[in-house]
Protein backbone atom coordinates (compact mmCIF):
# COMPACT_ATOMS: atom_id res chain seq x y z
CA UNK A 1 0.00 0.00 0.00
CA UNK A 2 1.11 3.46 -0.40
CA UNK A 3 0.30 6.77 0.98
CA UNK A 4 -1.62 9.38 -0.51
CA UNK A 5 -3.70 9.80 -3.79
CA UNK A 6 -2.28 7.79 -6.58
CA UNK A 7 -0.81 10.13 -9.64
CA UNK A 8 -2.24 11.91 -12.31
CA UNK A 9 -1.80 9.96 -15.24
CA UNK A 10 -0.44 13.15 -17.61
CA UNK A 11 3.05 14.56 -15.27
CA UNK A 12 4.20 16.49 -18.75
CA UNK A 13 0.82 18.46 -18.50
CA UNK A 14 1.25 19.06 -14.78
CA UNK A 15 4.87 20.12 -14.75
CA UNK A 16 4.20 22.45 -18.04
CA UNK A 17 5.39 25.79 -16.75
CA UNK A 18 2.62 28.41 -19.00
CA UNK A 19 5.51 31.46 -18.00
CA UNK A 20 8.43 29.73 -20.19
CA UNK A 21 10.04 32.16 -22.57
CA UNK A 22 11.08 31.64 -25.68
CA UNK A 23 14.12 33.55 -27.07
CA UNK A 24 15.28 34.00 -30.57
CA UNK A 25 18.07 32.00 -31.43
CA UNK A 26 20.44 35.31 -32.54
CA UNK A 27 21.29 38.23 -31.95
CA UNK A 28 19.49 41.32 -31.29
CA UNK A 29 20.16 44.56 -33.18
CA UNK A 30 21.56 46.12 -29.96
CA UNK A 31 21.91 49.93 -28.76
CA UNK A 32 24.47 52.69 -28.85
CA UNK A 33 26.49 52.93 -25.69
CA UNK A 34 25.02 56.51 -24.46
CA UNK A 35 28.03 59.36 -24.11
CA UNK A 36 26.21 60.50 -20.94
CA UNK A 37 27.25 57.23 -18.83
CA UNK A 38 30.78 58.25 -19.41
CA UNK A 39 32.00 54.55 -19.65
CA UNK A 40 35.98 54.90 -19.53
CA UNK A 41 37.24 51.05 -19.68
CA UNK A 42 37.52 48.91 -22.62
CA UNK A 43 35.69 46.05 -20.47
CA UNK A 44 32.66 47.75 -19.58
CA UNK A 45 32.04 48.69 -23.25
CA UNK A 46 32.79 45.10 -24.29
CA UNK A 47 29.57 44.60 -21.67
CA UNK A 48 27.41 46.91 -23.25
CA UNK A 49 27.68 45.61 -26.60
CA UNK A 50 27.47 42.18 -25.41
CA UNK A 51 24.14 42.35 -23.54
CA UNK A 52 22.66 45.40 -25.92
CA UNK A 53 22.47 42.39 -28.45
CA UNK A 54 21.70 39.29 -26.18
CA UNK A 55 18.65 37.41 -27.73
CA UNK A 56 17.38 38.60 -24.15
CA UNK A 57 17.13 42.54 -25.27
CA UNK A 58 14.08 40.96 -27.82
CA UNK A 59 11.37 41.49 -25.17
CA UNK A 60 13.10 44.71 -23.02
CA UNK A 61 11.28 47.82 -21.88
CA UNK A 62 12.74 51.56 -21.29
CA UNK A 63 13.21 50.13 -17.21
CA UNK A 64 15.29 46.75 -18.56
CA UNK A 65 17.55 49.08 -20.55
CA UNK A 66 17.86 51.81 -17.71
CA UNK A 67 18.86 48.81 -15.56
CA UNK A 68 21.73 47.93 -17.89
CA UNK A 69 23.12 51.23 -18.30
CA UNK A 70 23.16 51.32 -13.85
CA UNK A 71 24.58 47.99 -14.67
CA UNK A 72 27.59 49.35 -17.29
CA UNK A 73 28.42 51.47 -14.95
CA UNK A 74 28.96 49.37 -11.93
CA UNK A 75 31.23 46.91 -14.41
CA UNK A 76 33.05 50.25 -15.19
CA UNK A 77 34.10 50.26 -11.35
CA UNK A 78 34.89 47.07 -11.67
CA UNK A 79 37.27 47.38 -14.40
CA UNK A 80 38.99 50.71 -12.84
CA UNK A 81 39.50 48.33 -9.72
CA UNK A 82 36.85 48.35 -7.44
CA UNK A 83 36.42 44.43 -6.92
CA UNK A 84 33.47 44.74 -4.43
CA UNK A 85 31.14 45.37 -7.12
CA UNK A 86 32.10 42.01 -8.50
CA UNK A 87 28.85 40.55 -6.71
CA UNK A 88 26.29 43.29 -7.45
CA UNK A 89 27.20 42.72 -10.82
CA UNK A 90 26.44 39.11 -10.77
CA UNK A 91 23.20 39.26 -9.27
CA UNK A 92 22.05 41.49 -11.73
CA UNK A 93 23.01 39.84 -14.69
CA UNK A 94 21.64 36.56 -13.02
CA UNK A 95 18.34 38.31 -13.74
CA UNK A 96 18.66 38.63 -17.11
CA UNK A 97 19.47 34.88 -17.38
CA UNK A 98 23.44 35.52 -18.11
CA UNK A 99 23.90 31.60 -17.61
CA UNK A 100 22.87 28.13 -18.35
CA UNK A 101 22.60 27.52 -14.70
CA UNK A 102 20.37 31.22 -14.67
CA UNK A 103 18.62 30.15 -17.90
CA UNK A 104 17.07 27.27 -16.85
CA UNK A 105 16.39 28.64 -13.38
CA UNK A 106 14.23 31.59 -15.37
CA UNK A 107 12.94 29.11 -17.94
CA UNK A 108 14.62 30.30 -21.02
CA UNK A 109 15.08 28.67 -24.28
CA UNK A 110 16.16 29.55 -27.53
CA UNK A 111 14.38 29.12 -30.48
CA UNK A 112 15.54 25.99 -33.02
CA UNK A 113 16.20 26.66 -36.30
CA UNK A 114 16.88 25.08 -39.07
CA UNK A 115 20.69 26.84 -39.76
CA UNK A 116 21.21 25.30 -36.02
CA UNK A 117 23.65 22.14 -37.05
CA UNK A 118 26.36 20.55 -35.02
CA UNK A 119 29.71 21.37 -36.03
CA UNK A 120 32.04 19.11 -37.12
CA UNK A 121 35.08 18.64 -34.08
CA UNK A 122 37.87 20.14 -34.62
CA UNK A 123 41.67 18.63 -34.44
CA UNK A 124 43.18 21.45 -33.02
CA UNK A 125 41.34 23.11 -29.76
CA UNK A 126 39.56 26.87 -30.59
CA UNK A 127 41.72 29.76 -29.49
CA UNK A 128 40.93 31.17 -25.85
CA UNK A 129 40.29 34.93 -26.59
CA UNK A 130 41.22 35.93 -22.95
CA UNK A 131 40.59 39.54 -21.68
CA UNK A 132 43.54 40.52 -20.63
CA UNK A 133 42.49 43.69 -18.92
CA UNK A 134 40.28 41.48 -16.27
CA UNK A 135 43.23 38.69 -15.72
CA UNK A 136 45.38 41.25 -14.66
CA UNK A 137 43.34 43.77 -12.80
CA UNK A 138 42.01 39.64 -10.90
CA UNK A 139 45.66 39.14 -10.55
CA UNK A 140 46.53 42.36 -8.91
CA UNK A 141 49.42 42.99 -11.63
Known amino acids: MTRGPAPKDNAVRRNAHPHAQQLPAGTQPGRELPKALGISTGGAKRFWKTWS ?8 TATDWAELELTTKLVDGLFLGDLKLAGEIRQRVAKWGATVEDRARLRMTF ?3 DETKPE ?3 E ?9 ELYRLLNGS
Not at 53 to 60: D, E, L, M, N, S
Not at 124 to 132: K, T
Open 53 to 60: QAPQTAAW
Open 111 to 113: EKT
Open 120 to 122: APS
Open 124 to 132: APPEVDMDE
